[in-house]
């Protein structure tokens, strides 16, 4: 009995010796130690603190101070997400299994320039044809229309071929990428291929590559030609390609793309940016942070990050509009026809 009591307290004992080590060495639920970890993962990291002219340091000592091993899960959730925003970074946030922070700043402060209501009733009329994600009608005098609302959706080819097919005769082809929140820019750079007259530079983008504020990869060029193929359909036509605030990142890499192109004008207004490739990480509490990684200029050196100027910048008019007219779809029109 004796021998048996021994032997139970004394695994009682490695037990509870066990249980304080790992507890010791696996701190993951901690806010202070998981706050510090996002800090330093975006200081070497995160690619436009200079561009921004972000003293990152100085906004530590901000917000440090207000984190505190006893605080919950969500309190440190939303104040994680405070921090990142002070980058006003649409491509940087913060999930978790219930919230997702962003920062919205970049769009909700400028007008909205589109009115998806208004095109459906007025311009995709009863000739209209939805090849997923397009949406496709003519306008008349001669002009072809094409709606893309998401790039997370991905063209089939050969519904690529029956749109351009449509357009192939007429005068000038509208392209209309407002709200178009981004999402996989290679579907951007299938379309473009299909409007491209030669092979040309598109862009510059440098990556993040070292801890250090100046540790970036060589600037590497970007080149776009026309689609290849005796079958592949292409349009050699004018092109408008329609732009608000929403149009974010690859939406606003395809405006930024259809510039290096003669017979491509962007028309409406400034982008709503995102010149930075995005990547990720997760922290210790399971939380992760995506952030810009990278830098992507024109080939003028401009950085969109803050959004694309139109080559012809124009806002909805409300007058206008209550007499169901787009402004920006009619002064695409007026560019395509001169």
Known sequence: MKRHLY???????????????????????????????????LDEKYSFFAYKGVDWDATYQLYRPQVSNDMSREELFYLMGDLLNTLEDGHVNLRSEFDVTKYLDYYLT??????FHLIEKNYLTKDWQGLFPLLINDLGDSIGYISYRSFQSAIADDDLDRALTRFQDMKGLIIDVRDNEGGDPANGFKLIRRLADERRLVYYNSWKSGPGPDD???????????????????????????????????????????KAFPNITVVGDTTGGGAGVPS???????????????ICTL???????????PDVQVDRD????ANGIDSIIERAIEVLTQ
């Open 7 to 41: 032997w139970l307290l004394l695994a009682s004992l490695l037990f509870w010796q066990c249980e304080r080590i790992f507890m010791e060495k696996d701190p993951v639920n901690d806010p202070v130690t998981n706050f510090d970890y996002l800090w330093q993962e």
């Open 110 to 115: 400028r007008p909205r320039n589109f009115n």
């Open 216 to 258: 970036f990869t060589t600037p590497e060029p970007t080149y776009l030609g026309p689609a290849e193929g005796d079958d592949v359909v292409r349009y050699q036509g004018p092109v408008a390609i329609l732009t608000n605030r929403f149009s974010y990142s690859a939406a606003s890499w395809f405006a930024v793309m259809g």
């Open 280 to 294: 990720g990480s997760e922290l210790p509490n399971g939380f992760w942070v995506n952030y810009s990684s990278s």
């Open 299 to 309: 080939p003028n050196g401009f950085i969109f990050e803050d959004g694309l100027p």
């Open 318 to 321: 409300p007058l206008e509009e």
